[in-house]
């Protein structure tokens, strides 16, 4: 005789499942600045990416079991491409894709016996910073509104509270870099050694920039926004703790607003996904 589940307990189940796994992960960050929107998170592998361009303004972030959020960014991928070409270009935006999404994540989870283990985030990149749309999809398909930023996976509650303390929609590049260094480092408590540039994935949705604004932010232009985001980096860490901040003239000499430390359009801009343990 097949023993009786309760909906409310089966939907319970699945829920606790896919939270307790997501919080296993390592959070990623989504931050507007005035360069645009930055997505900064701990990936070591250079191949298996947890951000990717998706269409013209518009960016996929995603924390969780890889093969999971890849098919969904693919499948996302030719939604969008699909929409453009029917329809036109200006059609395919941030808050369409969120919805799709989220019809697509509920269906998912009600159908099937194990829910996806994924948080995502589609970012559209405005003219101006309050014009940018950030949207949060969780395994369950519920959307959310975001506004500024917002942390996946992990620990994002400490993460999120490091940002809220420092966070100011007018900050340069090199600013919310160092600010998302130190909420990540320790998950917040701000006890950990800086992250390096190899254990690091940096993206930009670039606020300027025409047609395609993604960009991966790699190599030497990397080291560069990291050299001069350390000083930030350790200031917000220190008013986060109560400490000073730790003096600029001892780190590293970069010159702000350096080229460099900027980038530019990087090859594999269209790759996506992240690490393949979703760590």
Known sequence: MPFYVSPEQVMKDKADYARKRISQIRSGVVMTCEAGILLVAPNPSRALRKFSEMYDRIAFAAVGRYNEFESLRKAGVRYADMTGFQYDRRDVTARGLADWYGQLLGALFTDSPKPYEVEIVVA???????EDEIYRITFEGSVADEHD????????????AV???RYSQ???LTEAMGLAIAALAGQGDGNAEPVAAN???VALLERNRPHRAF???????LDALLAEARPASA???????GAAPADAATADGAT?????ADGGPDADGSAGGGDATGA
């Not at 559209?124 to 309050?130: K, L, N, R, S, Y």
């Not at 930023?149 to 999120?160: C, E, N, P, R, T």
């Open 149 to 160: 930023f917002v942390v996946g996976g992990g620990q994002a509650d400490k993460v999120a």
């Open 215 to 221: 960009r991966r932010l790699t190599g030497a232009r």
């Open 256 to 260: 702000a607003g350096s080229p460099a």
């Open 163 to 165: 940002l809220k303390e």
């Open 124 to 130: 559209e990149v405005g003219q101006t910073a309050a």
């Open 235 to 241: 200031a917000a860490s220190g008013a986060t703790n």
């Open 170 to 172: 007018s900050m340069s």
């Open 199 to 201: 254990q690091l994935e």
